[in-house]
Nanobody, 122 residues
Framework: QVELVESGGGLVQAGGSLRLSCAASGRPNSLAAMGWFRQPPGEERVFIAAIDWTGISTYYSDSVKGRFTISRDTAKNTMYLQMNNLEPADTAVYYC???????????????WGQGTQVTVSS
């Protein structure tokens, strides 16, 4: 069993930056890949980024490509999402997720965190 806990959310002005963290405990080595989703108010949860265990392979949705960077520190069992040039449309609850591959994380994650709120003001 793996537990994922997000942190780092908050309120930021448009154009600003935030870094989200996702700490894994339990059996983090069982997660071959991890990723981030977000759920804007009144909308469905959508995939935005994923990374493999080595940290070498990454995948982004078009909505965040070039502004967000996903990374992973395996020694700390922690994944990060650096978010730059934030826009009001980025306002959402951000969730981290884990799975057996990048493809699986992007579609049917096996593990979810509880979410952290990010609010971008205009």
């Amino acid at each position: 069993q793996v537990e994922l806990v997000e942190s780092g959310g908050g309120l930021v002005q448009a154009g600003g930056s935030l870094r989200l963290s996702c700490a894994a405990s339990g059996r983090p080595n069982s997660l071959a890949a991890m990723g981030w989703f977000r759920q804007p108010p009144g909308e469905e949860r959508v995939f935005i980024a994923a990374i493999d265990w080595t940290g070498i392979s990454t995948y982004y949705s078009d909505s965040v490509k070039g502004r967000f960077t996903i990374s992973r520190d395996t020694a700390k069992n922690t994944m990060y999402l650096q978010m730059n040039n934030l826009e009001p449309a980025d306002t959402a609850v951000y969730y981290c997720a884990g799975g057996s591959s990048i493809a699986r994380v992007a579609t049917v994650p096996s593990t979810w965190g509880q979410g952290t709120q990010v609010t971008v003001s205009s």
